[in-house]
């Protein structure tokens, strides 16, 4: 039994006595092109949530559903319908009550894993003042797929087509490889796109201009995505994850 | 395709210019006794948004999977492990920020449908600040399953043990029944507990005294509650929250 | 001397030095239909506070005299002029910060007494995050003069006219009833209207609809008021109040 | 008919449609040494707006009761007991929210009559952003009653002792005889003392050092008050007010 | 070395742990007519902080170089461009963050020197909620050039004109001398205008006028300004402030 | 003339009304190892700003003088003294207050040109809500000086050192270089350290440890720095944002 969801309070408990650690998601609800569903990034925390948990005995909190705001140059930004976004403060408090909550209720090791690029500052801001509350109470990592992912399997992955950078991996290759491998209903292979990609930017504009995206919302063509590609990078970033954890906790 | 979450943007682009109406799913992580999981409201709340979206075909945004502040005479209360609760303008915060971006997707019928008791108040102040900011762009609905219920439903229900009322309906006959329904694998009959429940208190005391609530957790004794019982609520609700959404969008 | 408004501070000092109970009486500025005066909801949280230091030697702090938001069917809302609310957040930390400065001078023992329907939440909030602050510092009650109400005193004051439920009870009998005991003179009995109240609805709707509430205002008949049946709950409630200081306190 | 407080919706609505200036008291609950009670600013705050109401035929909102934080040098401090006050934000907020519901009912012209001098940064803060959202929708003006307090009548109030400065004028000769005038029975006029009063400080210190000001927070001898100088105060000071209302109006 | 932004890390621990005094200076960005640049506040605060730390073996930190919201009568106001004002919000978190980094970092003895009027009271609410959390941990004083000023200076600087009193000594004969003395390149003396100044006003006016202040910016005359004048404040304020500095730390 | 601070509010206008760009630049107050000062990050943002507007004749409105939190492998973290942080909420109200007062002003065109690697997401985030509220009445562009610098230069720059990194080129070879050429009085070449540099972490753990950082919080040596090095960055980066203005504005 991983997901917290799915226990009694008294199975919470005792696998809080036992020491175990809580892993907590956190996705988004945001565009992912023509072929991928909004849901990616959750389905993405989740599962690389569940598949750790059963690793080290840990346990899996409710999934945090909604992320911050999507940019146009790493996930499309908010010209698209169904990207649905949280502003930065709300994204803290929502990340430092959870936290909060957990480390009261005995949790001591908990793991954050955020599979929405632009999550990461303000997950941050919400542990570093958690962590200036409650100090060496609970010991919280923040965690994602792309950044423990080892060299040689980026080389592995991107073996067919050049590997675009990560900020450009948003409906690309990896995210469609992953999902391939753990949803493969939820992906539309045939409607694939295969247009020309984003161009970088290097600096921001606000207001978003309308064109700085494809109007696909893809920043980078998925072609060459499989489901062997997929668990290629889920048993790679799950080992480094689950050493990660085995040296910090 | 109900389920947001697992439509592309272009899906959900095409059910918004339909007028489809939104439902927004808002349960909590609250414990609920030796018998039930900590998720009960967030299935309650995603299992009869999916029904009602099936009827009057409309579509469940990513559910909220956190609540407001469990209380003790009608949740338990912060003193149960497991029960990981948001502050209040957390949860202002959160709904406002998920509705305002609906909004601006161009959602014009948006229900949101919150299965926590404890909900209530914060979910309504959201919702009374985007309407003080969008006006007519948008209808917004706030129900949940328990006030729409015809009386003669709750008689047929408790028709071995009394009604205790809604707010110590938690862990109880209906929750129980509902949780049997909708997902039976996550019920543990064999531990239900037919203890005293709790006493009625007609005012609140801070801090809360460590016996203000059974120790199991159990408000009431669910003793007599059966899948057919849960059938039974889940469709006289689903047929009123049917006639509120045709004649209110 | 119980106003602890027309204390001289070191008065102040020795009634805090002697345990004195302080209770804080939260009102609003609201409509209440063409009989009563706005300030209904501040009278009757004055006028049971008062009475209720009398009988346990406890003392009064200054009244809070705006409140949250009213709602359509249990205050009328904000379509009436003469209604003059508060965000949530604002009642929050306006309640924490009077009971902070409470407790930093040494009160023990706090009754926070709302007679506005909708303030409830709010006030709960205030007073949650106050005691995880101050924990055992300082004991608070929140309380109000219906939930403590006992049940024959509802049907005696009810001989007349069918009991509409709590939240119908605005600007009728209940309220007429205790304001013509508490202060007459702001009873304009000859205005009393007797047209059709409010009908019930299980859900809420935003922006609230023009037509929500009967246009004058109230949401059941007062017929049946009268100035012994406003004693006769004073005496109850009183009776009650000071049952729960005794056991708590 | 000036109070708000006691006027029907119907009543209300009336004087609005009249145009009538509404008058928002801001008071404070803060010590005033051995021979006035808590609640002095507000007593002169309701006693100058009602009087002033009556003088231009307008109405009086219900006070606010608690304020801004009394500092050592002008209010003693807050190492009094009974000096009750509320942070910054709080202060800004709960102004806010009321201004800006008078100003949805359609009321135009606003005084804001704050009698603690702490007040007025934080009113003027509350009111600058209501302007920035209501431009020229309200006139608002933000008053007090020594600002307007013609020379002269400080001669002839500060006939028998030196004037020590408004800031030191705290419990001392105007505010004693204002509250002579105005609620002479909650004067305790043989609990004067008569020592010497604080020493000015041109910086601030924190934390409040504990020998800020004399131990009985009285800031300077409020030797020679009198009903009379009261009166001659109160009389001078509407006629500015109403100079006031008449032009800005 | 007294500038702490030009201290590598060590070199400012080595100053903390000497238990040097810092100084964290704050000014504004604000109109001061035709012959005064916008940056005069924070000129005056970084050059009065600067020989203090010199005189006091202290340090000095970056200064705070935007400021709260200027008033009609003591800065012009908000009508001007080149106003770059704060909420006071903002000005009240960003102080405190300052402080308590400091704080956290081991000093001890800290010296707020806001040159800006309307800064204060934001101020003033920062540092008190700053010893609310860390009490004695630090001593704060907060200061500014005009309140240590000693009379007899006063008189020596207005000997040809007449003081008009310190909310009108904006870009007047103060601000101007001490520009002469402290960045004399930054003062445009022909362009000195010798106008009627602003009327004083005993309330304020919301939205404020657009003829509240001389079209100029200029509140008072700054004829007979002079670099000597501006040394001679500086001089005698230094010495003030010394002075506070030996006796408070 | 391009530095706003020094104008006076008439210089200001006119240059607005010309159409002026206005930069905004942010730094931070953060260690960087033993041979630079505190200031580096602000230094670097006013001298790239002003050398830009002297291009494109635009203006320098004063330095936001505190950044985000330092995060430990990008500038050393919180453990070392020195390093004085805002939180991110404080920073995201700071950049919002002047960009809004800004743009009420009349500014259209804008620049914010912050030299601090962790201070981006806040400084989006501000715009992102600046950019809601005023939509196209301003167009903003956040840049910094590593994004646009052209591949080839970082090689010429690395020509004897291996490039690290952005994250950690902090006190390494980019930063000294630029301080070189900008403000040489405040490097101290002869504290540079040649240790060895700090070890990714694909992770971020809280509290942070003691040990993320090498001792002297050197994230990368700095050897090879010269300021020859460091004008070649300056010519190249302003090139590039002479590009971006000319395309964008």
Redesign the interface.
Known sequence: MIR???????E??AK?DEGAITILPIGA?E?????????VD?VLANGFAERLAQRVGGMV??????GY?S?PLSGGG?L???????????L???T???LE??I???VKKIMVLSCHF?N???V??A?????QKY??QA?????NWW??MPAEIIDKVFDEVPFPGWAFEHAAVTETSLMMAFAPE?V?EE?MVDTQGATPC???????PKDAVPPT?VLAPARSSSAARGQLIIDSVLD?LVK?CDK?F
């Open positions: 917290m969801n799915e226990m009694t309070w008294m919470f408990k809080i609800c565009q992912h092109g023509p072929h991928l569903p909004l849901c959750t909190a409710p999934a945090i559903n909604y705001k940019k908010p698209f319908p169904g990207t649905v976004d949280l502003n930065g403060d709300t803290v408090r929502l430092y009550d959870v909550e957990l009261k209720d005995g632009e990461e500052a303000f941050c801001e542990v570093d003042l958690i962590a100090g060496e010991k919280i990592l923040i965690a950044d423990p939820l539309h409607r290097p600096y921001h504009i606000y207001p978003v919302g480094e990660i910090e």
